[in-house]
């Protein structure tokens, strides 16, 4: 089976950074990606990394280790709107396995 | 972007009836789509892989009698709960990757939240 492994919850200011890890053992691995959901809507997607290294897209930026088996999804200057539920997700071959989700609470 | 819809959005029914949800791939072709379901505040869990012009292949503990996929093109792909049951409510959301474009993300639906009673 797929083990992927991100933190419950995580609060943090309006303006700060936040950092959202997750760490996984796959029975193989095809790149990894990262949803943003909304309650009660469909996931969005944000970055896919498949090489070691920083991936950067505007305030959102994810890193890959795939020696550690090591992620994490860095969110700069964090808005009101940015208060969702994060998805770690690893293709280990042509189907995604997702992460529980890691549920960000941006506060004021 | 590669667009993904789904229908109907919301559905409420008697326990017992059967509700076909459509997932359609609006501007590209998708030789493969997925189904999932994901209960409140938990992630997404894969029920199957729908394949157009065979049959689907359901993840272990997913009864394919229950869910029934057809796949019969390349822009839609439908998910029939038969004979629903109040166990059976939860979000359903579908997803699918451009054909030949394996390496891409998968586009997600908006979903439908479906309500048995």
């Known amino acids: 089976g797929q083990n992927i492994d991100q933190p419950t919850e995580m609060t943090a200011t309006e303006g700060a950074i936040v950092q959202i890890n997750c760490t996984y053992q796959t029975s193989g691995f095809n790149g990894l990606f990262w949803y943003q959901q909304h309650a009660g809507e469909a996931p969005t997607f944000l970055s896919y990394n498949v090489l070691d290294g920083l991936e950067e897209k505007g305030r959102f930026s994810s890193f890959l280790s795939r020696s550690k088996g090591y992620s994490y999804l860095l969110l700069k200057e964090l808005q009101m709107k940015d208060s969702a539920s994060y998805l770690c997700?690893?293709?280990?071959?042509?189907?995604?396995?997702f992460g529980a989700g890691t549920t960000v609470t941006v506060r004021a | 972007g590669a667009v993904v819809s789904q229908h109907p959005s919301w559905v409420i029914c008697k326990s017992g009836t059967s509700v076909k949800i459509e997932c359609r791939s609006l501007d590209f072709q998708a030789t493969t789509m997925f189904w999932y379901r994901q209960f409140p505040k938990q992630s997404l869990m894969l029920m199957a892989t729908s394949n157009e012009g065979s049959k689907a292949t359901y993840e272990q503990g997913v009864e394919k009698d229950k869910f029934l996929i057809n796949h019969a093109s390349l822009t839609l792909s439908t998910l029939t709960v038969t004979s629903a049951h109040p166990e059976d409510s939860s979000f359903y959301i579908c997803s699918a990757t451009p054909s030949g474009r394996a390496q891409e993300t998968q586009y997600f639906g908006p979903g439908t939240r479906l309500l048995v009673l």
């Open positions: 997700a690893v293709r280990p071959d042509y189907k995604l396995s």
